[in-house]
């Protein structure tokens, strides 16, 4: 079993820069990908930006050049550097993992990420 807790959410103006942390604890050892996704009201839930054998990084064209997804491998702990953040960047915000990432497995709660414009 895994458990993902994510903290950082928050409300921010356009422009503005937020940080997600994701701690994880339980059996990790096997979670080769780590990433994060995202669901805005009424849309599908949408990969955001993954990590794959803590080196091989990948973003969705939408947060590419904005976002920096990254690993504390002694605090078993994710994260998310997101800048020049939009309103349609908007959502909740999930940590999740598995084997592989075609694979996810565990989901944290989730943190509400706001934009204004």
């Known amino acids: 079993q895994v458990q993902l807790v994510e903290s950082g959410g928050g409300s921010v103006q356009a422009g503005g820069s937020l940080r997600l942390s994701c701690a994880a604890s339980g059996t990790t050892y096997s979670m080769y990908c780590m990433a994060w996704f995202r669901q805005a009201p009424g849309k599908e839930r949408e990969g955001v930006a993954s990590i794959r054998r803590r080196a091989t990084t990948t973003y969705a064209d939408f947060v590419k050049g904005r976002f920096t997804i990254s690993q504390d491998i002694a605090m078993n702990t994710l994260y998310l550097q997101m800048n020049s953040l939009k309103p349609e960047d908007t959502a909740m915000y999930y940590c999740?993992?598995?084997?592989?990432?075609?694979?996810?497995?565990?989901w944290g709660q989730g943190t509400q990420v706001t934009v204004s414009s």
């Open positions: 999740a993992t598995g084997a592989d990432c075609s694979s996810i497995r565990y």
